[in-house]
């Protein structure tokens, strides 16, 4: 149980072009979801949190124009990555917290982005 | 400032030797400890976690990690490590009364054959 997918697993685009990632909660409903940013060999930096049916909550030095989140359902949210540069290129994880399991997270398999 | 140290970048050790992988913290309240193992260009893998109970918690492949409070630290150990166990592995802390999850800059452990 509680697994969280992410799709696409990886894309490349081309620089000032908006990029949608999707994050679902397969087996479960995920009333809170969360997005992280991973540089090569680093850790993983939580960039906002997201609760269904409300505004995205975001990390501090994270643009919120930059980085549209969107949680319409209790089993997805959406990460758009507007007009990306290529210094965005990063990994990105979602996670899906599972209410009354002591809040844990459960983690997707990421997507890699690229941007040319 | 709630926070979580993994002090050593890599772990090398050979293969059938027993591995450590170092994590303290920093929270207040009592502490939700988790490890996670990630492969290249995959997500991160549970291992397992410490909410309560006892100190020495067994996880996935093999793994256990123990909890020491006075030392604010949950050590990554396993008795024989496997060439297969090369990855990076994190640790994470989960504060009691929020939500979000505060990661190590993870370890890079590599078995050598």
């Known amino acids: 149980g509680a697994v969280v997918s992410q799709h696409p697993s990886w894309v490349i685009c081309k620089s000032g072009t908006s990029v949608k990632i999707e994050c679902r909660s397969l087996?479960?409903?995920?009333?809170?979801m969360f997005w992280y940013r991973q540089f090569p060999k680093q850790s993983l930096m939580l960039m906002a949190t997201s609760n269904e049916g409300s505004k995205a909550t975001y990390e501090q030095g994270v643009e919120k124009d930059k980085f549209l989140i969107n949680h319409a359902s209790l089993t997805l949210s959406t990460l758009t990555v507007t007009s990306a540069h290529p210094e965005d290129s990063s990994f990105y994880i979602c996670?899906?917290?599972?209410?009354?399991?002591?809040?844990?997270?459960?983690f997707g398999p990421g997507t890699r982005l690229t941007v040319l | 400032a709630q926070s979580v140290a993994q002090p050593e970048d890599q772990v090398n050790v050979a293969e059938g030797n027993p591995l450590t992988v170092k994590c303290t913290y920093s929270?207040?309240?009592?502490?939700?400890l988790f490890w996670y193992v990630q492969y290249p260009n995959r997500g991160l893998q549970f291992l397992l976690k410490?909410?309560?109970?006892?100190?020495l918690v067994k996880g996935s492949y093999g793994f256990e990690a123990e909890f020491n409070k006075s030392q604010t630290s949950f050590h990554l150990k396993k008795p024989s490590a496997l060439v297969s166990d090369s990855a990076l592995y994190f640790c994470a802390v989960k504060a009691s009364g929020t939500y979000k999850y505060i990661f190590g800059t993870g370890t890079r452990l590599k078995v050598l054959a």
């Open positions: 996670s899906a917290r599972v209410s009354g399991i002591n809040n844990e997270q459960f």
């Open positions: 410490y909410i309560t109970g006892d100190n």
């Open positions: 087996d479960f409903q995920a009333t809170t």
């Open positions: 929270v207040s309240g009592n502490p939700y």
